[in-house]
């Protein structure tokens, strides 16, 4: 007989990202694994820890935590994460062999959704390709870190017609991608957007997107780069940790597709207009932004830490 695995996405940052259709997988499961990394990680940890105490409806199920190995940082970026994941596969297989009856049913809680930037799904397909135990799995998505950067933005993710390039921060500073116009980037240690050269180009940003620390920046990438760089570093210092993800659009040339651009009339919640913030953060906490751009950081709550992959932004599979 083979278990059961569901890798449930449970939203970026916010337990309101839950869906009913996580929430009812999450209450299917009779077991938890949770990994704990090094020093994970209070948010993430606290995050998860939220979620069951809002959502599980009846029995809790037992939670079996582990400790996430360490990547092989030397040598060939790719063995080293077929390495990994291989050395998390086993952990799974023997937790599942030693502390999971066969017609049970495991929960992944995995952040954001699995599709993106999450190796999850490998992992687990992984542990079938072992062969010495039989288990099957399902998928329930979740809201991603993209799809909350566009809701703070109130942005659609394309423009008409044109596609988007989702890529890292570590390619993004190899070069901007050919072809692309419109690029979304995840998992950036490196702050590549200051790599990209055109006085035409804006950016959607967003840090700690769902959390009560959330902070959204728009506005010309030239002129709001080194604002975004010094909002970046203040918020990482004062919480310890950052998560941030960005949308950058190019102009479009002529008779290239409509490059439309959503333009906001403004709203008096939002506190939109040049330079100015949303929800009371002083200045000297978050530098005001640049000429031409939008600052919006959040509400203020909450310390934490991430694990030093995530934290950094650093490209690595979760
Ligand atoms: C390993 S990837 C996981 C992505 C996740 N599966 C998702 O659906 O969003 C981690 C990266 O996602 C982005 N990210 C995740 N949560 C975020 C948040 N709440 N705010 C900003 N960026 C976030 C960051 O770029 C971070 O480096």
New binding site residues.
């Given amino acids: 007989m083979a278990r059961r695995i569901r890798i449930i996405?449970i939203g970026?940052?916010n337990p309101d990202h839950m869906t009913v259709q996580a929430i009812d997988a999450l209450n299917s499961c009779d077991v938890l694994f949770l990994p704990v990394k090094g020093e994970e990680k209070a948010f993430l940890a606290d995050m998860r820890r939220e979620i069951c105490r809002r959502f599980i409806r009846g029995a809790e199920p037992r939670v079996l935590e582990f400790s996430v190995p360490k990547r092989r940082a030397d040598g060939d970026y790719g063995a080293g994460v077929t390495d990994w994941h291989a050395a998390i596969a086993a952990i799974y297989e023997r937790m599942l062999l030693d502390s999971v009856g066969e017609a049970e049913t495991v929960g992944l809680l995995?952040?954001?959704?699995?599709?993106?930037?999450?190796s999850t799904i490998r992992i687990v397909e992984h542990v079938r390709a072992g062969g010495r135990v039989a288990v099957d799995y399902d998928v329930i998505p979740?809201?991603?870190?993209?799809q909350?950067?566009c809701a703070g933005h109130r942005i659609p993710l394309n423009r008409i017609g044109l596609p988007v390039e989702i890529t890292t921060g570590r390619r993004l500073a190899e070069g901007w991608p050919e072809g692309a116009r419109d690029v979304a980037?995840?998992?950036?240690g490196v702050q590549a957007f200051a790599t990209v050269d055109d006085p035409g180009a804006e950016i959607h940003w967003?840090?700690?997107?769902?959390?009560p620390m959330?902070i959204l920046v728009f506005g010309n990438l030239s002129e709001m780069a080194q604002t975004i760089a010094e909002t970046r570093r203040a918020a990482r210092e004062r919480h310890g940790w950052i998560?941030?993800?960005y949308l950058i659009r190019r102009p479009v040339p002529d008779g290239e597709g409509n490059g439309d651009t959503v333009r906001h009339l403004p709203s008096p919640d939002r506190g939109e207009g040049a330079g100015r913030r949303m929800r009371g953060q002083s200045k000297q906490e978050v530098p005001s932004s640049g000429p031409s751009g939008h600052l919006f950081p959040g509400g203020e709550k909450g310390t934490a830490s991430l694990p030093p992959d995530?934290a950094d932004?650093k490209e690595?599979?979760?």
């Avoid at 952040?111 to 930037?117: A, K, R, S, V």
């Avoid at 980037?185 to 950036?188: A, E, F, N």
């Fill in positions: 996405g970026a940052g995995v952040w954001g959704d699995p599709m993106l930037y999450d979740g809201i991603t870190s993209l909350a950067l980037v995840m998992l950036d967003g840090a700690y997107l769902g959390t959330e998560m941030d993800t995530e932004g690595g599979p979760a």
